[in-house]
């Protein structure tokens, strides 16, 4: 090799390998903010689903049921899903694209397979927040409502059951992250393409393809959103497997039982998502 394309070829190398040391950190801190602005919005609706899910009821039962115990409670719980679902998606845009570059600059794997590697290794980088969700599960339990005064009441409570309690229900969030990662990255800018291309849409396309995925995803994972809830339900005592806990919803429920209050969950989804991507490709532009 010449000197001169050798010295070219060497400082490429070094950009590279910058790039891929260093964590491009509006990524992560774009992620952050989007899923705060989406968890402020989206959580009493979220609060409905999830009483749903928990007692096999309707939408009009779960709502009467919230106006009964009175708007200073509506946003009782929100802690912890603030703080999980902040993070979560700051991991999940941060590590997925830091993972992207890695496959595809570092390692030199083909655009489809850094895309599907780099989802699922963001999705299991996810589910190490898993206490702030098994910790959100009892907060929405009006059970525990007497028991667990406020959020870091619940946390220091779980301790005696020891270090593992506040992972349980992690196979269930590992079985939905990955897959729900690949899916959304995969299909999230073929979607957008389909949008014309001029300055007016684009944060509607955003919306739409965000929203359009995130109503997909969260309906074909809504039974095993259904079989943690079931998982994370109790304090203490026996740990049952994800699939023991599934076949036991299957055959009490039935087919339709395991997808009661999915229509909830689609259109909170639908608005979640949109408001999510949305924000995240307005704020990763302002940013840089």
């Known amino acids: ?69 009175g708007l200073m409670v509506l946003y009782r719980g929100i802690l912890p899903p603030l703080l999980q679902k902040s993070c979560s998606y700051s991991l999940m845009f941060g590590c997925y694209d830091q993972f992207r570059r890695t496959f595809r600059e570092g390692l030199k794997f083909s655009p489809a397979s850094s895309v599907v590697l780099s989802a699922l290794l963001a999705g299991c980088t996810e589910a190490v927040l898993t206490p702030f969700e098994r910790v959100q599960t009892l907060m929405l339990d ?24 506040y992972y349980r229900g992690l196979t269930a969030i590992l079985l939905r992250n990955g897959p729900s990662n690949v899916i959304f990255f995969s299909c999230r800018d073929k979607l957008r393409e389909l949008v014309p291309d001029n300055k007016k849409l684009g944060y509607l396309a955003d919306f739409v393809s965000g929203a359009c995925l995130g109503a997909l995803i969260s309906t074909l994972s809504f039974p095993i959103n259904t079989t943690k809830t079931h998982m994370q339900k109790t304090c203490g005592g026996e740990f049952r497997s994800f699939l023991v806990v599934f076949k036991g919803l299957y055959r009490e429920r039935g087919l339709a039982g395991m997808f009661k209050g999915v229509h909830v969950n689609y259109t909170r989804s639908f608005l979640s998502w949109g408001i999510t991507n949305v924000t995240y490709e307005y704020l990763i532009t302002t940013i840089r």
Request: hydrophobic share 35%.
């Open 142 to 165: 009006h059970k525990y409502g007497k028991q667990f005064k406020n959020t870091p009441h619940a946390f220091q409570s779980l301790r005696i059951h020891g270090f593992k309690e």
């Open 1 to 69: 090799m010449p000197p001169y394309g050798r010295e070219i070829y060497q400082k490429d190398e070094i950009v590279v390998s910058r790039r891929l040391g260093k964590p491009d950190f509006h990524e992560f801190l774009a992620g952050y903010l989007a899923g705060s602005i989406n968890i402020i919005l989206t959580f009493p609706i979220n609060k409905t689903m999830f009483r749903q899910q928990l007692h096999g009821i309707s939408a009009i039962e779960s709502v009467s049921q919230l106006h009964r115990e």
